[in-house]
C-alpha cells in the first residue's frame, strides 16, 4: 500500500508540520507501505520529494523535513482521479491509496485540503470538511458545543467589519470589560499554535490586542481568562459511521493529560521554542472520577461536531470554581516529540505505529462507507 504524506503548507504553522510528518514517516511500517513524501511551500506550491528525503530523516531521528521545490517534481491534482490518477507529477501517475496530511492550521486542518481530497477521490485520515472547518473556526466550535450542552468559556466573537463602526466596535469593548471582566485573551477564531493570541489585563492593551489578533483573521474571540489548569484528551474512531464491527471505528479516548506553562499562556514559544516551556503530566493529576468525566465529554464532543479518525480535545479546570470547560478541538494534532497526542495514546498502551496503522485502516473504512453513498438518481 502506498501512503502520502502532504506536510508544510501555507499556515504560520508550516516548520510544526515539517516536525510532525517527520515523526509520522518514520513510524509507518515500511515492510506493508511505500511512503511517498508530498511537501507544500509557504506559497502553496506542492512538490513531490525524492527517496532520499526519507532516509535522510530516518537516519536522524532529530531531523525535521524539508522541502526540495524542484519544478520537474511539481505535483498536480486530478479532481476524480482516484487512487491510481489523483495525483500526477508531468504526465506520469503517483498512486495513492491513502492520503495522511500532516498539515496544522491554514490551508491544512481547516477543510480545504480535505475538500480537494474528496474531489480527488483519495482516502485521507483525520476529519472530514464539515468538521474539520467547524473544528478550526473556534466560534463555530463553541456554537456547536453549546447546543450540546457542553460549557464553554464565555466569550464575544468580533467581525472585520465591526471595525467599520466606531459605534459598535466601542460598545463591544464595553460589553467585554463588563460582562466578561478582565483579564481577557484574545484570539483569531482561526489560526493555530497561539498565533496571534493575547492575554490583556486592562482596557488599555485590548485594542493592541485586537489589531494583532486581526492579522491572522477576519473573525476573532474575546475570551473570559480563566485561572485554569489545561487539560487534554485524544480521541480515535468515527462514530458517524461505526456499526460495532471494525475496532478501527470505535470511539475511544486515551488519556487525559495536563499542561503546566511556565509562560503567561500556553503560547508559540512554550510549545516549540523554550525545552522548559511547560511541563507534560500523563495521566493528568485528577481523581478517577474527573477523567472519566473528560474523556466522556472528549467523545461528546468529537460525536457533536461529526470527528473521525482522530482529535485532540482541550480543556480547561477553573482552579477557583473547579468548574470544566471544553476549551478546543484540535482535529490534525501535532506529532512532535513533545506532543500530547501521540504520547496520550502511547500511555494507554496505543503505540506510535499501531496508531499510525489505525488511522490509516480507518480512513479506508471511512472513504468505503462514503464512496457506497448515493450521489446521484
Known amino acids: 500500500m502506498t501512503i502520502a504524506i502532504l506536510y508544510g503548507g501555507k499556515s504560520g504553522e508550516h516548520e510544526i508540520s515539517l516536525v510532525s510528518a517527520a515523526a509520522i514517516a518514520r513510524n509507518i511500517d515500511t515492510a506493508k507501505h511505500q511512503v511517498q513524501l508530498i511537501g507544500i511551500t509557504k506559497a502553496g506550491r506542492w512538490y513531490l520529494q525524492g527517496a532520499g528525503e526519507l532516509a535522510r530523516i530516518k537516519r536522524d531521528v532529530k531531523a525535521s523535513l524539508s522541502i526540495s521545490e524542484d519544478e520537474s517534481l511539481a505535483v498536480a491534482v486530478v479532481p476524480g482521479g482516484g487512487t491510481k490518477a489523483a495525483f500526477r507529477v508531468g504526465t506520469s501517475d503517483i498512486p495513492v491509496d491513502v492520503v495522511i496530511p500532516a498539515l496544522h492550521g491554514t490551508f491544512g486542518e481547516d477543510g480545504t485540503v480535505q475538500g480537494l481530497l474528496e474531489m480527488a477521490d483519495v482516502p485521507y485520515v483525520g476529519c472530514g470538511v464539515t468538521a474539520s472547518a467547524n473544528c478550526m473556526d473556534k466560534e463555530k466550535t463553541k456554537v456547536v458545543l453549546e447546543q450540546a450542552g457542553i460549557p464553554v468559556v464565555p466569550y464575544i466573537c468580533m467581525k472585520r467589519s465591526d471595525l467599520l463602526s466606531s459605534v459598535r466596535y466601542d460598545r463591544m469593548l464595553e460589553d467585554a470589560a463588563k460582562t466578561l471582566g478582565f483579564p481577557l485573551f484574545v484570539k483569531p477564531c482561526s489560526a493555530g499554535s497561539s498565533d496571534g493570541a493575547s492575554r490583556v489585563d486592562d482596557m488599555r492593551h485590548l485594542n493592541g490586542a485586537i489589531c494583532e489578533a486581526f492579522l491572522w483573521d477576519d473573525k476573532i474571540l474575546i475570551e473570559k481568562a480563566v485561572n485554569a489548569r489545561e487539560i487534554e484528551c485524544s480521541v480515535t474512531g468515527n462514530p458517524t459511521t461505526d456499526g460495532g464491527v471494525h475496532a478501527e471505528e470505535a470511539l475511544t479516548a486515551y488519556g487525559p493529560g495536563e499542561i503546566a506553562p511556565k509562560h503567561t499562556f500556553y503560547d508559540y514559544d512554550a510549545k516549540y521554542n523554550d525545552p522548559d516551556g511547560a ?26 461536531l461529526d470527528c473521525a479518525g482522530l482529535s485532540r480535545v482541550d480543556f480547561f479546570i477553573d482552579r477557583d470554581t473547579h468548574e470544566l470547560y471544553l476549551n478546543e478541538i484540535n482535529n490534525l494534532p501535532g506529532f512532535t516529540s513533545i506532543s500530547m497526542f501521540p504520547k496520550m495514546c502511547e500511555s494507554a498502551g496505543l503505540s506510535f505505529g499501531k496508531l499510525v496503522e489505525l488511522l490509516i485502516e480507518e480512513a479506508q473504512l471511512r472513504f468505503k462507507a462514503t464512496r457506497a453513498l448515493q450521489t446521484s438518481r
Open 279 to 304: 511541563e507534560l503530566w500523563i495521566p493528568a493529576h485528577l481523581d478517577d472520577d474527573t477523567q472519566e468525566k473528560v474523556r466522556a465529554m472528549a467523545k461528546k464532543a468529537y460525536a457533536a
